[in-house]
């Protein structure tokens, strides 16, 4: 099967639209920086898929993606170095021209501005062209909508099959927690289990074929999201009678955190049948699924922290906690991750509760 994004990164680099005196970076596939594949699913649209980006020009001051143009293998995604942000997709585009000051693109009914300053306006027509060819000539359909950028949102009936088959999951995933609270990082496997069944039926929903083994493999490689889940359990496990609470909440409520997340990813990917369902976004879906895992984890922390009533009466139990942090730290300090980061803050608000107790 051709590589799409391959092509396109070719046909883009050919274009060669940028003005020669402008200082915008072009990125091509397969070599476009993390960052800026960050910027610009942060800034441009979270809904970008990983695996369909072929070409990045990249007007922002710091080259980390946040405003420019972004080609992938359904369509182009423009913000300007404002707030306007824009997706035109292939198929929709009915004709490109220069007004004289903006490059215009016209997909129907509406018309929407290119600003020009860092681009050739004859060069731009020609590349849309040219785009609009091969993924014609190619057979590529995306169900994407050209205009300005939203959010796409699930159709009821696709948001209620994933609400069943996620409750389901968070519920056998708190059983297994409430069971197994008092027994530090015990239930991982068994919680892995159940979320791995919770993702291959969601996959089956929008018609993905994600095997047990690779959403095992996706769910291991995401390291962080345990480790966190771990930590957690270690510290607030040994209060008396909180153990139970705390582990049923975590399991069920971070299952159903790394449900829905998982199923706006699919979902956005199975409006483009331009290329097959790739590890690389699989990963990239999960790796989003453990950014809100990590952060409820950490609101976790944050409200057991607030409790100082209960610290104090448990000083000893506290002492463990930040015995239990510091080790971490420690085995981790080379790493310069984020989580540790947050862990030496939340160390230093745990000592500080304990000092003034």
Aim: charged letters at 25%.
């Amino acid at each position: 099967m051709s590589d799409f994004r391959e092509d396109i990164a070719c046909i883009v680099k050919a274009g060669e639209i940028a003005k020669p005196t402008s200082t915008v970076k072009a990125n091509y596939y397969p070599n476009i920086p993390e960052k800026v594949m960050k910027g610009i699913r942060k800034s441009i649209s979270g809904d970008i898929g990983v695996n369909t980006v072929a070409a990045v020009f990249d007007f922002s001051l710091f080259e980390n993606g946040t405003s420019g143009l972004v080609f992938t293998t359904s369509g182009v995604y423009y913000k300007d170095f404002l707030f306007k942000k824009i997706y035109f997709n292939y198929k929709d585009v009915k004709n490109v021209y220069y007004d004289g000051i903006y490059i215009k693109v016209d997909i129907g009914d509406k018309t929407y501005d290119i600003s020009n300053v860092c681009l050739n306006e004859s060069k731009v027509i020609s590349l849309f062209e040219r785009l609009k060819a091969y993924v014609t000539e190619q057979g590529l359909e995306s169900k994407k909508s050209s205009g300005a950028i939203k959010k796409e949102k699930m159709p009821k009936d696709l948001y209620n099959q994933c609400n069943v088959i996620i409750h389901g999951a968070s519920v056998a995933c708190g059983a297994v927690g409430a069971g197994l609270a008092q027994l530090p990082c015990a239930d991982t496997v068994p919680i892995t289990t159940a979320q791995v069944g919770m993702i291959v039926a969601l996959g089956q929903v929008f018609e993905l074929n994600i095997t047990d083994g690779v959403a095992r493999g996706i769910i291991t490689g995401m390291s962080g999201s345990f480790i966190g889940r771990g930590i957690v359990q270690v510290a607030f496990g040994w209060i008396p009678g909180a153990g139970n609470a705390i582990n049923t909440a975590t399991a069920a409520g971070l299952t159903e955190a790394i449900g829905w997340s998982a199923a706006n990813q699919f979902y956005n990917q199975s409006l483009d049948n331009t290329i097959q369902y790739s590890y690389e976004g699989e990963v990239k879906g999960f790796k989003d699924a453990s950014d809100v895992y990590e952060k409820k984890l950490r609101d976790q922390a944050k409200h057991f922290m607030e409790q100082k009533k209960v610290l104090e009466e448990e000083r000893e139990e506290l002492n463990s906690i930040i015995n239990e942090y510091e080790i971490y730290i420690a085995e981790n300090c080379n790493t310069k991750s984020v989580t540790v980061s947050l862990m030496e803050d939340e160390v230093k608000k745990l000592k500080k509760i304990r000092d003034d107790s």
